[in-house]
C-alpha cells in the first residue's frame, strides 16, 4: 500500500517551521548538519526530565520508568535498522565518539601490516577513527577514491583494495557533501568475503529512505538522532555476535554484554526518550487504517518508503533552480534519471561568489544553507574547493516544500 505525505500535517508538528527570520518565514534547508524536531519529541524530552528522570536500575519509581522508555528506545532504533534485536542498538554521545570508542576496541585485532579500507567520500568521522587507530596499531590504510565528474565511487578501486590482509571496511551510505547513495550491499559483501568487518555510516541516509542491516549484511552501522528529527544523539548498530567478542573500554561494574558494555557512563536518557518519540513520529507517517498500529517496523518501512519518493521531487526542484543560473556548478548527481542514486542533499560553487558570501546572503533572507566542508574534508580536498572556502551545501528533507526550493531560486536569482 503506498503512503502519501500530507505536507501541512506533517508541518503542524515541527514548532521551528514557524518561526521568523529577516521578517520572513525561516525556510531549514541547514538539514544535513541537523534537522528540527517534533512537538512530541520536545514533550517525551521534558516529560522524561519530569517524571522518570533516574539513573538505571534503581529499586524506585523513576528508575523503573527510565529503564521502561530506554529499553523501548532500544526497540524501536533497532526497528528503524531492521536490526534482530535490540540488544544489537547502543547508544551515545554521537556518532563520531561511538566511532572512535568502536574503533578503538577492534584495534585490539589488529597487528602490524593489517589493512584498513576507507574512502575519500566520507566524512571525516568515518576517516579519522579508522586511521588513528590504524597508526597507533601499525595497520596499513588504503583510500578508495570517487570520480570527480561522474561523483560516485570508484567501485572496481575499492574492490581492488580489498584482499587477504584487510580487515576494516568503512564506507558512507550516502555522502554529506555530494548526496551520493553508495552501494553499500556490494562492498559489505566484498568485505565478507574477504573475512573483514563492515562498517557503515549511515548518518546522511537514514532521514532520506529504509534501511535493513540484516539485508545490507553490514557488521557496524551508525546514524545520529538529530539528522532524523530527534535530540543530540548517536545510535550504533553491531551484530550481537559481533558486540559480544569485542572486549570495549569500560567500567569494571559496568555490565560485560551488548549494549551496556558499550553504553559507558550514564547516558543522555532525556536524549534517548526523545530520539524514541522521533522514531514514533517517522512510523505514524506511514501508519494506515487498515494496518496493526503495533508494527512499528512495517509503519516505519512504508514511512520512509514515502519519504524517498519525496526526496526525489526535491532533489529534482533544487536542481532546477540551481541550473537556471548562470555559473553554478552543482558538485553531484544531476541526471534526472539518477535520482534515485542519490538524495536531496545538493552541494555547489559560484564562479565569482565564495560559499561564505552566498550563505550569508541566503541568512539574510532568512533561508539557512551551509558552506565550507561540512567535515567531509577529503571531498573539498580531492575536488580542489577547499582552499576556496568548500561548497555551498542545500539539503531538503520532507517538511520541505517546492515552494520553499522555488524561494531560494528566486533568492540566488537576486544575488546575480
Known amino acids: 500500500m503506498t503512503t502519501m505525505l500530507d505536507l501541512n500535517r506533517i508541518r503542524s508538528q515541527f514548532p521551528a517551521l514557524s518561526l521568523q527570520a529577516a521578517g520572513q518565514p525561516a525556510v531549514f534547508l541547514d538539514n544535513p548538519g541537523g534537522t528540527q524536531v517534533t512537538q512530541s519529541v520536545i514533550d517525551a524530552v521534558t516529560g522524561y526530565l519530569a517524571t522518570s528522570n533516574a539513573n538505571r536500575g534503581g529499586a524506585f519509581a523513576t528508575a523503573q520508568r527510565s529503564d521502561a522508555v530506554i529499553a523501548d528506545a532500544h526497540q524501536a532504533a533497532a526497528d528503524l535498522l531492521g536490526a534482530a534485536s535490540p540488544r544489537e542498538i547502543a547508544f551515545g554521545p554521537n556518532m563520531t565518539t561511538l566511532t572512535f570508542s568502536l574503533s578503538r576496541a577492534l584495534g585490539r585485532q589488529l597487528d602490524p601490516g593489517d589493512e584498513i579500507v576507507v574512502t575519500r567520500m566520507d566524512h571525516d568521522a568515518n576517516i579519522t577513527p579508522w586511521t588513528m587507530m590504524a597508526e597507533d596499531r601499525g595497520a596499513t590504510v588504503r583510500w578508495a577514491d570517487f570520480d570527480v565528474e561522474d561523483y560516485t565511487l570508484d567501485m572496481g578501486g575499492l574492490h581492488n583494495l580489498i584482499n587477504e590482509r584487510t580487515k576494516i571496511v568503512a564506507v558512507g551510505y550516502a555522502s554529506n557533501a555530494l548526496g551520493t547513495i553508495n552501494d553499500v550491499k556490494t562492498i559489505c559483501g566484498w568485505a565478507r568475503e574477504a573475512g573483514a568487518l563492515s562498517?557503515?555510516?549511515?548518518?546522511?541516509?537514514?532521514?532520506?529512505?529504509?534501511?535493513?542491516?540484516?539485508?545490507?549484511?553490514?557488521?557496524?552501522?551508525?546514524?545520529?538522532?538529530?539528522?532524523?528529527?530527534g535530540p543530540h544523539i548517536g545510535i550504533l548498530y553491531g551484530r550481537y555476535?559481533?558486540?559480544?567478542?569485542?572486549?570495549?573500554?569500560?567500567?569494571?561494574?559496568?555490565?560485560?554484554?551488548?549494549?551496556?558494555?558499550?553504553?559507558?557512563?550514564?547516558?543522555?536518557?532525556?536524549?534517548?526518550?526523545?530520539?524514541?518519540?522521533?522514531i514514533e513520529y517517522l512510523a505514524s507517517l506511514g501508519r494506515v487504517a487498515d494496518q496493526d498500529d503495533n508494527n512499528r517496523r512495517g509503519n516505519l518501512l512504508r514511512a520512509m518508503d514515502a519519504i524517498e519518493d519525496y526526496d526525489r521531487s526535491l532533489s529534482a526542484a533544487i536542481l532546477d533552480e540551481l541550473e537556471s543560473i548562470d555559473g553554478v556548478r552543482v558538485h553531484g548527481i544531476t541526471e534526472r534519471s539518477r535520482l534515485a542514486e542519490r538524495v536531496s542533499t545538493v552541494s555547489f560553487t559560484w564562479e565569482g561568489h565564495s560559499p561564505r558570501?552566498?550563505?550569508?546572503?541566503?541568512?539574510?533572507?532568512?533561508?539557512?544553507?551551509?558552506?565550507?566542508?561540512?567535515?567531509?574534508?577529503?571531498?573539498?580536498?580531492?575536488?580542489?574547493?577547499?582552499?576556496?572556502?568548500?561548497m555551498v551545501r542545500v539539503g531538503a528533507v520532507h517538511y520541505n516544500t517546492i515552494d520553499e526550493i522555488k524561494r531560494l531560486g528566486a533568492a540566488l536569482r537576486d544575488l546575480a
Open 199 to 229: 562498517f557503515v555510516d549511515a548518518v546522511q541516509y537514514v532521514p532520506h529512505g529504509p534501511v535493513d542491516v540484516q539485508a545490507l549484511g553490514c557488521d557496524f552501522l551508525a546514524c545520529s538522532a538529530y539528522k532524523f528529527f
Open 241 to 278: 555476535d559481533l558486540l559480544d567478542q569485542t572486549r570495549a573500554y569500560k567500567v569494571r561494574p559496568a555490565h560485560n554484554y551488548p549494549p551496556d558494555k558499550f553504553e559507558t557512563g550514564t547516558q543522555n536518557h532525556e536524549g534517548i526518550a526523545g530520539t524514541l518519540a522521533a
Open 357 to 390: 558570501q552566498i550563505a550569508e546572503a541566503l541568512g539574510q533572507q532568512g533561508i539557512f544553507v551551509w558552506d565550507g566542508n561540512y567535515y567531509a574534508l577529503a571531498v573539498t580536498e580531492r575536488l580542489g574547493v577547499e582552499n576556496s572556502g568548500g
